[in-house]
């Protein structure tokens, strides 16, 4: 059927297809005499059989979803949350689909933990450099991203409409994008509904088309936030940790453990009787016919490779990781605890342990790793720890059940812990950290933590233990599920699972944590790591650990209010909105809405932009740009942002008052972004509002203890002053020197009037440059963000690096030197590697340029203010302070100070004004309060 030498890979995205199919019969089912809904197969067979009749594939795959979650899954859990139960007409055709596909000899693939985008994008690019041109067959445009010369989107026509065919062109087209790569800037934008993957509120495709016109990349729209205009501005600077979040998920993954074999791939002729045999049992009379003419046969004796018509075929389902478990050598190449020579022990009684300790002493590195039954260190339980200090072996240490003899046998550790000669190992140490000191143990100052140390030598990538493992050690480790079940309310408990299982699996994440240690020691060397891991990262962990376990305050009287009053707004604009409209409607509703809008009220024209379902589009891109066109559309504005604000913080908080300590305990992440700077999540407190005064008034619910009141210590301008100081500009260093309105004398010198004439948009305009001027912002993006005409813009631009010459040096060396190095670093050496400052795509090299520019800048500042919180951390538990820290979002510190101890506040001041010492002064604003919003 194919031309020799021609090589077509097809890879078939089966539930989309299936899906597809489906709901392309919704009105009108094909329904067997039994009753069976049989709509999914004979569409998805349909497909099939046009593809192979009309592209002749020399090599096709079929690949599934497997019912395992991946990573996805676990880095968000409302992942696909919302997507509503599948059809059960579905689950029955999916057997029948693979029998179908079994008895034409094509592959069934399907990979645990990855997706089937993963596991095509993977095998994709792996045929690629094979030689093979390869079809994406898919109905899903996220597959946009893999796209080149040579792999190509298939998406089969349904309707009457033809196939179509997506090279780079195509989908660079039906994005409005420049490049391929862009397709996951603009998902992290606008999200995906029905994955549930949130995007940025009120961002679609023509508003997310347009910043990455502008700024390249979603990170870069990030990054100058600031320096947007409007509500779109505050919107996406609240939303950066979603948006990050939401970019990973869309990114389709291309190292899933699979093996392009090109034999296996090949598209054979099929077992003829095996295929009658289910299309007769589906009473697929039509496709039967099609079938043998497609092949050229009349009966399935003439049927080249047939089997007998005797035969008979059992549906295969292919498992990889089962594969893996059963070989001695597993396809993968990677090497599991079923072919590796170790040596585990289990350790259950206080006279083996007590030998172990006596082993420990004469090693100098040595792994811990807690086993709990909880991930949340408030209510876990420690069950046992594991311990390694050589390759290859481990040892699980079962400690009793009650608690108090649980902390008996853990003192036994504490003369080791006290050896200031030994280093210890863990993996992620801030939880191993916590849980330890719940039981009240002396922990060791001397650790090596390999999530941390991944961290710093490649702070783009994923620091997951089994994700190193395979990527440094070529081992892949026994799955957590596979002892506890698939995450999820069923999932059930490490307390309750052989021991000798747990056992194994905890051993052998200690000796892989060990071998880790030993690869990324190195490593930090070479890549001039060492100092912002040793002084900054690993010391840090105690300081954020003890933060999330004191936690803060929260006034759920207050925000009961707060919902009510919020509450009585909604029910104002409600009614207003109900008057203007004429008629109640659901105003959550977008297909109402839209309806009210649209046709009823006639708001925009005659012409109002469609969703692709072909349903009114009502994103708040479409009514910000609606606003001055109709009274209702500003009122549903408001009505959105109050609803969404009860419903993200006002209600929500209260909900997450941990039962046993009546606080909220946030969970700080040090490894995320690239950038240096701590996230949090649940909740996040980055993203609570703070440019609204209902915003604002969100932090009044963070209260202090009795006894105690809040502190906000915040770094005024943090960035403006590091690159003063760093870019050695004068007029800027001297500007700062002299306490100067840094605004107001940019305006000044850069407008060329004296700084009293100085006016409030000169100052705002300034303002604008300042921030926007490390991130690169263009005339253009200075004029869009400002009041500027774009020649005025660019004239202020040029008056700007007139005015401050050092600033543009600075910015034309660190291209130069990232260029010459691949990396930039910040003030202790953290580096940020930029494989892209080369490229030949001038967008790609332009983004690569401007991380070079700022991320030095954002670098020092997180690596300044995480010194200050481990220098002030570490002088109130030394000091046995009863004042504590609290918080940390963006620049701010948030403390919980005695009444005792105000005196501590120019103490707290003085410390992180002292982080640092540059040629420019830091600045810290300080204010105290009964609750947040007093004291910021």
Not at 404 to 430: C, H, M, R, V, Y
Not at 618 to 647: C, F, M, W
Request: net charge negative.
């Amino acid at each position: 059927m194919t031309a020799p030498g021609d090589k077509k890979l097809f890879l078939l995205d089966a539930y989309a297809l299936i899906f597809r199919s489906y709901f392309a019969f919704a009105k009108n089912p094909r329904v067997t005499s039994t009753g069976m809904d049989t709509s999914a197969i004979f569409g998805f067979i349909t497909t099939l059989l046009d593809l192979i009749q009309s592209e002749k594939p020399s090599h096709l795959a079929v690949v599934f979803d497997t019912d395992a979650p991946t990573q996805r899954h676990i880095d968000f859990t409302e992942y696909k949350a919302h997507r509503d139960e599948t059809p059960e007409a579905i689950k029955i055709a999916v057997p029948y689909i693979k029998r179908i596909l079994e008895a034409m000899h094509i592959p069934v693939l399907g990979v645990d933990g990855y997706e089937a985008d993963d596991v095509i994008g993977t095998l994709a690019q792996k045929a690629e450099k094979e030689g093979y041109t390869v079809y994406m067959v898919t109905p899903d445009k996220d597959f946009g991203q893999l796209v080149t010369d040579n792999i190509l989107i298939y998406r089969p026509g349904r309707m009457g409409n033809p196939n179509e065919v997506w090279g780079v062109k195509e989908v660079c087209e039906k994005f409005d994008i420049e490049r391929v790569e862009q397709v996951i800037d603009m998902l992290g934008m606008m999200g995906d509904a029905v994955d549930n993957i949130p995007g940025i509120p009120g961002v679609g495709e023509k508003t997310a088309a347009k910043l990455l016109k502008e700024y390249g990349t979603l990170e870069n729209v990030l990054e100058n936030a600031s320096s947007i205009k409007g509500k779109l501005g505050e919107k996406i600077a609240a939303a950066k940790e979603q948006a990050l979040l939401s970019k990973r998920l869309a990114t389709i993954l291309t190292d899933a453990p699979i093996e392009f074999d090109e034999k296996r791939f090949q598209l054979d002729p099929p077992d003829l009787n095996a295929v009658e045999e289910v299309f007769k049992e589906l009473e697929f009379r039509t496709l039967t016919r099609r079938f043998k003419e497609l092949y050229g046969v009349k009966s399935a004796d003439d049927m080249p490779g047939s089997n007998s018509p005797t035969s008979s075929s059992e549906p295969i389902q292919l498992n990889l990781f089962d594969q893996i478990d059963a070989t001695a050598s597993n396809p993968l190449g990677r090497k599991t605890i079923r072919d590796t020579d170790h040596l585990y022990t289990l350790i259950s009684d206080i006279q083996g342990f007590k030998q172990l300790l006596k082993v420990l002493e004469n090693h100098a590195e040595i792994c811990i790793d807690t086993e709990t039954t909880s991930l949340d260190v408030l209510d876990a339980q420690l069950i046992g720890i594991a311990i390694s200090y050589r390759a290859h072996t481990g040892y699980y240490i079962q400690l009793p059940e009650k608690e108090d003899e649980i902390k008996n046998w853990l003192t036994l550790f504490e003369p080791l812990f006290g050896d200031t000669s030994k280093t210890w190992i863990a993996q992620n140490w801030k939880y191993d950290y916590a849980v330890l000191k719940k039981y009240g143990i002396h922990l060791p100052v001397k650790v090596f933590d390999t999530m941390l140390a991944h961290y710093v030598i490649n702070p783009d990538a994923r620091h997951n233990m089994d994700v190193l493992s395979e990527n440094y050690l070529n081992y892949a480790p026994i799955s957590i599920e596979s002892l506890i079940g698939k995450k999820g309310a069923g999932q059930g408990n490490m307390k309750d699972v052989d021991i000798h299982l747990v056992a194994e699996y905890s051993a052998e994440d200690a000796d892989i944590t060990f071998q880790l240690a030993q690869v990324f020691k190195p490593m930090l060397t070479e890549r001039g790591g060492e100092k912002v891991f040793y002084n900054v990262e690993v010391p840090l962990v105690p300081v954020l650990a003890d933060m999330e376990m004191i936690g803060v305050k929260i006034d759920i009287t207050n925000l009961k209010n707060q919902s009510k009053d919020i509450e009585e707004e909604i029910g104002q604009i409600e009614n207003e909105i109900t008057s203007l409209a004429g008629e109640k409607f659901n105003i959550a509703s977008p297909k109402q809405l839209g309806e009210i809008l649209f046709e009823k009220l006639k708001v925009g024209g005659s012409k109002p932009k469609k969703t692709k379902t072909g349903q009114y589009a009502t994103g708040e891109d479409v009514l910000q740009s609606l606003a001055k066109e109709h009274p209702i559309v500003p009122l549903i504005l408001e009505y959105r942002q109050l609803t969404k604000l009860k419903n993200t913080y006002i209600d929500t908080l209260p909900q997450m008052i941990h039962p046993k300590t009546g606080r909220i305990h946030t969970s700080f992440n040090q490894a995320v972004a690239a950038t240096g700077r701590l996230s949090s999540n649940n909740p996040n407190l980055q993203n609570i509002p703070i440019r609204t005064e209902r915003g604002r008034k969100i932090r009044e619910a963070f209260i202090a203890e009795d006894g105690y009141k809040i502190l906000s210590a915040d770094y005024s301008q943090i960035e403006l002053r590091i690159i003063a100081a760093i870019s050695g500009d004068e007029a800027m260093i001297q500007a700062f020197r002299n306490g100067e309105d840094i605004h107001a004398a940019t305006a000044a010198k850069v407008f060329g009037v004296p700084l009293e004439k100085v006016t409030k948009e000169m100052r705002s305009n300034a303002k604008t440059v300042n921030f926007g001027i490390i991130y690169g912002v263009s005339a253009f993006g200075l004029s869009q963000q400002s009041t500027l005409t774009r020649q005025e813009a660019s004239a202020v631009i040029e008056a700007y690096f007139k005015t401050y010459p050092g600033i543009k040096a600075y910015m034309e060396n660190q291209v130069k030197k990232a260029r010459e190095t691949g990396y930039v670093e910040t003030i202790l050496g953290r580096r940020r590697y930029l494989p892209d400052i080369e490229s030949r795509n001038q967008v790609v090299r332009g983004q690569a340029e401007r991380i070079a520019i700022n991320a030095p800048i954002q670098g020092s500042a997180a690596d300044i203010i995480k010194l200050a919180m481990i220098d002030i951390h570490r002088f109130l538990v030394e000091k046995a302070y009863k004042t504590r820290m609290l918080l940390q979002v963006h620049d701010e510190l948030v403390f919980e100070i005695h009444q005792d101890e105000l005196h501590l506040r120019e103490e707290i001041k003085r410390r992180m004004e002292n982080a640092w010492h540059f040629a420019v002064p830091l600045v810290a604003d300080t204010g105290i309060g009964d609750n947040w919003l007093q004291a910021h």
